[in-house]
Antibody, heavy 121, light 108 residues
Framework: EVQMLESGGGLVQPGGSQRLSCTVS????????MSWVRQAPGKGLEWVSS????????SYADSVKGRFTISRDNSKNTLYLQMNSLRAEDTAVYHC??????????????WGQGTLVTVSS | EIVLTQSPGTLSLSPGERATLSCRAS???????LAWYQQKPGQALRLLIY???SRATGIPDRFSGSGSGTDFTLTISRLEPEDFAVYYC?????????FGQGTKLEIK
């Protein structure tokens, strides 16, 4: 059974930083592209970033490019999202999501429940 | 960027009825790379449909997807109490991957 557990959310001031983690089990972590998808309170879903199975290829939404960095540690089955220069509009529940394949057009076949990041003074 | 527009925003139906949810894309979705997800409060999102019409593992056959190009539909043939939730469509054919704004399916 695939399990995905996010952590690291909390209250952070505008301009601050936060690092999110997503620990997974139940599949061969290094064989799949992983992503972060966020959901602002009462809003829809927004893809944030993806990273290939090896970690060698990354992509970002324009809204976070240059501020967020996605990474992974395949030895620890853990995905990360380093968020810098946070803004109020980054307030959201951040979900990690497993893509159905690696380096391909794939849907998200497993999701974590998410961790809430609130950016406020 | 492909914009997905879902309709209606809210759908009020009774258990046993048929639900039809629409997802329209601003441009053609390549190779029918269109997925549908279900979201319930406090739960992880659940994949229902991928490739516009293929049911994900463990999804009951009352859920079906159809469509191609710019118009896609999720149909729930006979609503069960556990089907009342928010549904999102998503295209994964071109970057950035985008989602519709969601359709809330509520009990009438």
């Amino acid at each position: 059974e695939v399990q995905m557990l996010e952590s690291g959310g909390g209250l952070v001031q505008p301009g601050g930083s936060q690092r999110l983690s997503c620990t997974v089990s139940g599949f061969t972590f290094s064989s799949y592209t992983m992503s972060w998808v966020r959901q602002a309170p009462g809003k829809g879903l927004e893809w944030v970033s993806s990273i290939s199975g090896s970690g060698g290829s990354t992509s970002y939404a324009d809204s976070v490019k240059g501020r967020f960095t996605i990474s992974r540690d395949n030895s620890k089955n853990t995905l990360y999202l380093q968020m810098n220069s946070l803004r109020a509009e980054d307030t959201a529940v951040y979900h990690c999501a497993k893509k159905s394949c690696n380096n391909c057009h794939g849907y998200f076949d497993s999701w974590g429940q998410g961790t809430l990041v609130t950016v406020s003074s | 960027e492909i914009v997905l527009t879902q309709s209606p925003g809210t759908l009020s139906l009774s258990p046993g009825e048929r639900a039809t949810l629409s997802c329209r894309a601003s441009q053609s979705v390549s190779s029918s790379y269109l997925a549908w997800y279900q979201q319930k409060p406090g739960q992880a999102l659940r994949l229902l449909i991928y490739g516009a019409s293929s049911r994900a593992t463990g999804i009951p056959d009352r859920f079906s997807g159809s469509g191609s190009g710019t118009d896609f539909t999720l149909t729930i043939s006979r609503l069960e109490p556990e089907d009342f939730a928010v549904y999102y469509c998503q295209q994964y054919g071109s970057s950035p991957y985008t989602f519709g704004q969601g359709t809330k399916l509520e009990i009438k």
